[in-house]
């Protein structure tokens, strides 16, 4: 069997040299033969046999004897290794153009078809800001209280965005997430959910402008996502309220009010009962997804 590495090896480097066509050749017509039950007449095996021993055996004889006793067992076993590999990188590719990690949905192992870990990271919670026995890691919206979340729009499949303003996760995805805001029969709903202190004060700002024009949450957005974390603070927000034709002074009078305080409490806890443990969280008409993924990913979730 080692036969057909050798066709594999050799037919990739003939495309390189010519040298290596011949031997593509021969190693074909041997792995035919004993696919057939018949035996290798080009005498491939054998050669491969004789020099892959005698190349162990400048090293160490014992190991050398070892290899050219056992060639056929040895053969078989890295075959099958072989064949394995293939059936593996055969997965992880599937699954890295299914849900953007070689692993399936939202793991967080080791992908090497996305060694940085972008695809999959995501800022954690912040055990000062949130209440940790409602992070229970199940993701999931059932008996989640959406009205709790700001509408951006409405249409036939649903798209819930948690994201956290100072995050780079949430940044990272945030441009290819507002490409649900432009498809048609999409409703949208953006769920502000800072994982630490800093970025707690927008949350009450940002609910009082989806509760009086829900229609320039999203130019906000966009503007806060532009903006570097560190300028994220009042003179900002006065600025970004303007800017997208907002009250800034109504808003932030109202973001100080104790019942936007206790709305925004409870809209967290809501967000919590989802399960989250990390952001950007997005689910697309129920299915979760956590991570910056690639859009073709978020798309294919839509019905």
């Known amino acids: 069997m080692i036969c057909l590495i050798a066709l594999i090896v050799f ?6 040299s010519a040298k290596y066509r011949k031997l593509t050749a021969e190693a074909f017509d041997c792995v035919f033969r004993k696919m057939t039950f018949r035996k290798c007449q080009t005498g491939l095996d054998t050669r491969l046999k004789v020099q892959l ?9 014992r190991v050398g004897r070892f290899v050219f006793k056992r060639f056929e067992l040895l053969s078989w076993l890295f075959t099958a ?28 192992s080791f992908c090497i078809f996305d060694p940085t870990g972008q695809n999959q990271g995501s800022s954690g919670l912040d055990q000062k800001c949130v209440v940790p026995e409602l992070a229970n890691g199940a993701l999931t919206l059932e008996g989640v209280d959406t009205d709790f979340f700001i509408t951006l729009k409405e249409g036939k499949d649903e798209v819930v965005f948690f994201g956290c303003y100072a995050c780079q996760y949430t940044r990272k995805a ?14 949208v709903r953006f769920v502000p959910f800072p994982t630490h ?34 300028e994220l603070n009042n003179a900002t927000m006065w600025s970004a309220l303007s800017t997208v034709g907002a009250n800034a002074s109504d808003v932030m009078a109202c973001s100080e009010k104790n019942s936007t305080q206790v709305w925004s409490a409870l809209q967290r806890e809501e967000a919590l009962k989802t ?7 997005v689910f697309v008409n129920g299915e979760p997804a956590v991570g910056p993924l690639p859009y073709r990913v978020y798309k294919r979730m839509l019905s």
């Open 11 to 16: 037919a990739v480097l003939g495309i390189f």
């Open 53 to 61: 021993s005698e190349l162990f055996m400048r090293f160490n004889p």
């Open 81 to 108: 290794l072989f064949v394995w590999s293939l059936v593996a990188a055969g997965i992880g590719g599937y699954n890295y153009w299914m849900y953007g990690n070689c692993n399936g949905p939202n793991s967080q």
């Open 174 to 187: 945030y441009p290819t997430l507002r490409k649900f805001f432009e498809q048609e029969n999409v409703t």
């Open 197 to 230: 202190q800093e970025s707690v004060f927008i949350t009450p700002i940002v609910n009082c402008l989806g509760q009086q024009n829900p229609e320039k949450v999203m130019a906000f957005n966009d503007l806060l996502f532009a903006t570097p974390v560190e």
């Open 275 to 281: 399960g989250i443990y990390g952001t950007p969280l």
